[in-house]
């Protein structure tokens, strides 16, 4: 990703920090740090997801925020456990996804299956280790922050039992 960035126009006039999203240090402080897609999940550990949230609050400004969009898991797509869903489907191409889920760990085994006229198949594969918006509110009141707002998505609109994600708001506590 580093080395796409440098061949788009400009793109070796941003700044790239290579680190860990939990761990990093830069001497600059932003009004808003994001964390989109879900990625808080890649996280393997809910210490980690800590350090992030408490990462981010030593990035903020006076007043800043930092944004945490993230997926729910549905007990009701599993069955025992297991889920497959399709992603994309096309003539040429086809994506599965394949999950495993324990819900005492709350860690997700993810297989990604693409299946295409042209490539074959294709498989990656990844764990996500999942925290509830209620954990994630604890994180981040362990990391200095606490929660502001949360919506049901990107357009503000109202965080339900029904959300299939959530994106939360947290600031740094006063």
Known sequence: MIAELARKPGGEDIPVVRSSFDDYRIDERFSCVVLALHTIYGL???????????????HLRPGGVFIVEANLVDAADFRNGKAVMPRFRSEERVELQVMEYDVVSQRMEVTNVHLSSEGGVRLN??????????E??????????????????????????ASAKHVSVYELER
């Open 44 to 58: 393997p550990s809910h210490d980690r997801q800590v350090r992030c949230f408490a990462t981010a609050a030593d």
């Open 125 to 134: 594969s990844f764990t996500n280790q999942y925290s509830s918006p209620r």
């Open 136 to 161: 994630m509110d604890l994180m981040a009141r362990l990391g200095g922050l606490r929660l502001r707002e949360r919506f049901g998505g990107w357009s503000r609109e109202p965080f339900t039992a």
